[in-house]
Structure formats: C-alpha cells, structure tokens
C-alpha cells in the first residue's frame, strides 16, 4: 500500500532554513519520479519542484530556484527538500507526490498519490 508520510514543517522567519522529508513506503519507491507541491492560504496547488527516479535530475519552478534543493535517498525510500533563504510567500501547505513515471514532470495530473501535507509559515 503507498503510503507518503511528510515531515519537517513548522514556522521559521524569512531568510531562514527548513527541511522537509517525505518517507515512501509501499512502492518500488526507485522506479518513480518524486515531486513537492504547495498549496498557499486561497490559492491553488502550485507544482514546486521535482526529481526523476534515479535522482540525477531535478526540475524547480522559478520562484524558488536557487534557494531549494529537492534530493532523495532511494535506499531509505524517502525525498527530501532543503529550503533556505525562505520568504513569507513560501507559507503553505506542502505536499509530497508520487510520479506514475521515471521522468519529472510539472503537471500534477501526473502525480498518481499525495500525502496528507506538512504546513510551512515563514513569519518573524
């Protein structure tokens, strides 16, 4: 059973640094495309950032470009995405999402199972 289990949220002040995890049982997690989305207070989902099923690329949207970087350990089933240099536009709820493919994509039509979301607010 696919189980995604986020992790690392929690309230930070603009400029400052958090991790997030995404544990990924249930599945060949190595064979599958990861990505992260958000979801901002009133706002839609926005596709963040992904990486293909061997790690060796990643895809960002430009709004955070430069300042994360998603990762993953494909021996612990689990994908990370470090962010720094946060911004009060970066609250929302964040949420991990498998790929039904190897290759990243940004469309999240193409993201067959979501986890239940960890909340992120940059505030001072």
């Known amino acids: 059973q696919v189980q995604l289990v986020e992790s690392g949220g929690g309230l930070a002040q603009p400029g400052g640094s958090l991790r997030l995890s995404c544990a990924a049982p249930?599945?060949?997690?190595?064979?599958?495309?990861m990505s992260w989305a958000r979801q901002a207070p009133g706002k839609g989902l926005e596709w963040v950032s992904g990486i293909n099923a061997d790690g060796s690329d990643t895809v960002y949207t430009n709004s955070v470009k430069g300042r994360f970087t998603i990762s993953r350990d494909n021996a612990k089933n689990t994908v990370y995405l470090q962010m720094n240099s946060l911004k009060p536009e970066d609250t929302a709820l964040y949420y991990c999402?498998?790929?039904?493919?190897?290759?990243?994509?940004?469309?999240?039509?193409?993201?067959?199972?979501w986890g239940q979301g960890t909340q992120v607010t940059i505030s001072s």
């Open positions: 249930g599945f060949t997690f190595s064979n599958y495309a």
């Open positions: 999402a498998k790929s039904g493919i190897r290759i990243v994509t940004m469309r999240l039509n193409d993201y067959d199972y």
